[in-house]
């Protein structure tokens, strides 16, 4: 089913761009009947199920989260892909893929426990190998071209065993971790970037250039009880101007990026909320 219930969101820069899937506002109308959507019902109580349509105002310059650039791009894949560690709400960062990690005294190894039980949405679990092949992908270490030169700075990665790794740097860098909430995908991922493989809450089902992407629910997340939607579709607005036409007309539920004057013209028939930046 459609979410009856309509959420704008202002927001000049998500936490590491990610759209907050999981916990929207409801209708202001007090007599919607979606008892199985993913917002908060009358009581207060988290239910499951139902579809929503976000409306982005850019296409998706890549399906592999390494090679992603554009903030926008950023945001969609946030919710397949995660790294060994993601951005909270308040833009701090948290365990992921990995549940803990420790940093030497002297700034240059960071050691990762991985989190047990965690699978990627082709049904394998995610091994120590995946971790030093998605690092080393990343750092240039496979070929000498880096895909994200933050991690140019790692010498080398290390299973010591199937729940740790070792990352090795050349030098001391202190701002590491929050780039190493890059993706962590199976090794050999190249041939499959197509058909995006990630770990987080939601999977892969199609992508349209100049339309949109679709996810579905990744029944085996690890947070227990996260996703509630079903299934989310991203649907490409050429401009806030469309996209306001859009969200009127019931389109889309979803739209982020509006002016004040945009958001002041859809409050009476629209939940506003208000995300500060966080750069």
Do not use: W
């Amino acid at each position: 089913m459609r979410l009856l219930k309509k959420i704008i969101t202002i927001s000049t820069l998500f936490a590491l761009g990610t759209i907050a899937l999981s916990g929207c506002s409801g209708d202001k109308n007090s007599n919607s009947n979606n008892a199985t959507s993913e917002l908060n019902n009358s009581s207060g109580e988290k239910t499951y199920g139902g579809t929503v349509v976000v409306g982005i105002q850019q296409d998706l310059d890549s399906l592999d989260p390494h090679l992603a650039t554009a903030a926008g791009t950023k945001e969609v894949l946030f919710n397949i892909f995660e790294g060994l560690v993601k951005a909270d709400a308040d833009g701090n960062v948290v365990p992921a893929v990995a549940s803990k990690y420790e940093i030497s005294d002297d700034f240059l190894t960071y050691t990762f426990t991985l989190r047990d039980g965690v699978k990627f949405h082709n049904g394998n679990a995610v091994t120590a190998e995946d971790v030093k092949y998605s690092l080393e992908r990343c750092a240039g270490i496979l070929d000498g071209t880096p895909l994200i030169k933050a991690l140019s700075v790692i010498k080398e990665v290390n299973i010591v065993d199937q729940s740790t790794v070792d990352v090795v740097l050349k030098q001391p860098d202190t701002e590491l971790i929050s780039y190493l909430t890059a993706a962590i995908i199976p090794a050999g991922y190249d041939e499959q970037a197509t058909a995006p493989v990630g770990t987080g809450p939601f999977k892969f089902v199609s992508y349209t250039p100049q339309e949109g992407l679709v996810v579905e629910k990744n029944e085996d997340y690890y947070v227990e009880g996260i996703p509630y939607l079903d299934e989310v579709t991203f649907k490409i607005c050429s401009d806030s101007d469309a996209a306001m036409l859009e969200l009127k007309g019931g389109t889309i539920d979803v739209f982020s990026h509006l002016t004040s004057e945009q958001a002041n013209e859809l409050s009476t028939d629209f939940n506003i909320e208000s995300n500060g930046q966080n750069l």
